[in-house]
């Protein structure tokens, strides 16, 4: 039985159970829209009379709303979103139209079948002018008989890679007329007249998008923990081969490569936990200060936000695939579960902004702090950037003897994101001073500018993790912990070598250095990756998985779960006489002439 310390209660909160709740429901979760994005968006654009109206009735479920803003032919550049919502002051009605083919909604979670409301994203137009994409409380289905209204065609787009018990739909609206007071109408207004209001900040109308860039974090988290669960579990009863030649075959757990493929993977969620939960107050809070008037958090947010969205969804999605491969065989049958975390992590790369976009926005927050501290400006107390703006040490002291709560390690990790910052920065200036324009400049810069985003965000998931460790009191948990952080830490500086040695701030003994505390923390890990792993207690169901169960017992499962297949429901399926028989009835025949 593997060595079972104390239970690390990290993540049996309130929060990461939602994650279970949407990942349950991801086969057919009927709701994920309205509870993720439409009742998000009345809280935060809807007015005050309007959210009255629709707040309970949403919160009641009396009727299913979806978000409908990306196109066929749009999802990242919304500028360029083709569906129209033009005022009519003479009825004091806006008049929704999908005016060309590339214009019909098109991904909307739930739309297909579900959903009958949307909020609907479209460029307003009022008294002859388009005053951008602003957001609509649009019904699309009868309440009654739940058939699409006049002008209203709608659909499911059809099989995914993925999450195919989401309707994802489509939606063309021909010259649908909805009241004036449909239009969200907290932030922009337009007056019956048809005047037209701008809103304090023109961004707040995207507060929903927002809401799931942070919230995918912690999402990406739960889906690293479920597979690094599954993958330790299966691991600590699979064996496979010898270490000491005859003493018998041995976990593939006690192998090293195994535990290089799957530990850093845990490690990574626990980091990613801890960001996710920082960036959800930071999105809390920046929404409630907008409620009191005050958006001067609102640029932070979105670049934070926008960055560790685009970094844990590509390294979840990297790391489900390690946790996959670690399995062997039974990892590629669907009875481990990993098609189905991994067939729903991976979308999250792409939605709520595909990740290279998500990446430069971060990169535009980077390059105004590049221009004040080129301009000699001294920090804002930023706790996010403020590292920018000082000179840290010459060289890497990673491998000094005390590195208290790994000063040396993050003042590396600031070091490069800093290097990577300032050197895109004077690149573009370059660019421009030989005459390219800014956005060609900045297009020549952009793989060096998401390096530098990457850094950012490198930067900011290490240091938090290391503040979040240093908090805990119970020393037993808190142990476990570091040995975790130390492999995160460390495994993070070989993950960016290349930019620490590139320019001689690290030097190859130090990148020894660090491979070596990475060896030493797989070690201090193996005797609790069990514990650590049953100590999020999940429930097998939430697991999918067949591998992961937590009594271990795969083998007697894998069998029944194999067994119920309906292929097996009989020896000899019809298929066999009408076609494979036949033919080699045939082949046989014609062998004895
Ligand atoms: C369906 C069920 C799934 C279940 C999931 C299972 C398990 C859970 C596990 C993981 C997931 C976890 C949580 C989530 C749970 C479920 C998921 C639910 C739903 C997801 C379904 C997906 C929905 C969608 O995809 S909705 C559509 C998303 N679309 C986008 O994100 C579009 C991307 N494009 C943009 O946002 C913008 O076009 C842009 C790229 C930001 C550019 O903005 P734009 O104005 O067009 O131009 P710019 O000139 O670049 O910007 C001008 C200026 O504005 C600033 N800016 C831009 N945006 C913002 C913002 N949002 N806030 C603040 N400021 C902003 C920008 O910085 C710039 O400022 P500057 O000029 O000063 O630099
Ligand atoms: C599972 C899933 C669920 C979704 N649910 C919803 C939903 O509920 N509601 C909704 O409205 N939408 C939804 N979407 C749509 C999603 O938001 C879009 O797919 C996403 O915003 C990307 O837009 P796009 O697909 O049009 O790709 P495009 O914008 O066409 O981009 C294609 C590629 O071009 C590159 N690219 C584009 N623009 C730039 C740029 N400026 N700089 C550099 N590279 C660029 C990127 O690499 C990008 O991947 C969903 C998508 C998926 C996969």
Known sequence: MEHAPKAIDVTNDVEMRTFNFFTMGIDGHPLGLHLDMAIPTILNNADEE????????????????????????????????????TYDPKTQEFVLNSPTITSTKWWPGNLGKSSNYAVVMAQLYTQGKCHGAHPFFVQLRDLNTHKPLKGITVGDIGPKFGMNTVDNGFLQFDHVRTPRRSMFMKHAKVLPDGRYVPPVHDKLNYSAMVFIRAAIVSGMAYHLLVTSTIAVRYSAIRRQGEITPGAGEVKVLDYQTQQHRIFPQLARGLAFRLSGQYIMKLYTQTMDDIRNGDISAVPDLHALSCGLKAVTTHHAALGLEQCRMACGGHGYSQASGFPLHYSVAVGACTYEGENMVMLLQTARHLMKIAKAIRAGQSPKSNKIVDYLFHKGPPKCLIDQAYDTNYRNVLESFEHLARRQTLEVYDKLVQLQQQGRNYEQA?????????????????????????????????????????DLLQLYLYYEVTECATGLLEDGFMTGQQHKYAKKKIYEALEKIRPNAVSIVDSFDFQDRELHSVLGRRDGNVYENLLKWAQSSPLNKTDVLPFHHKYLGKMMEEARQRSKI
């Open 50 to 85: 309007q959210q009255k109206d629709w707040l309970p009735k949403a919160a009641n479920r009396e009727f299913i709303a979806t978000y409908a803003q990306t196109e066929m032919g749009h999802g990242t550049n919304l500028k360029k979103l083709e569906t129209t919502a």
């Open 442 to 482: 900045w297009n020549d810069c952009a793989v060096e500018l998401c390096k530098a985003t990457r850094a950012h965000v490198r930067t900011f998931l290490a240091r938090t993790f290391v503040e979040e460790i240093d908090k805990i009191s119970d020393l037993s948990i808190k142990s476990v912990l570091q």
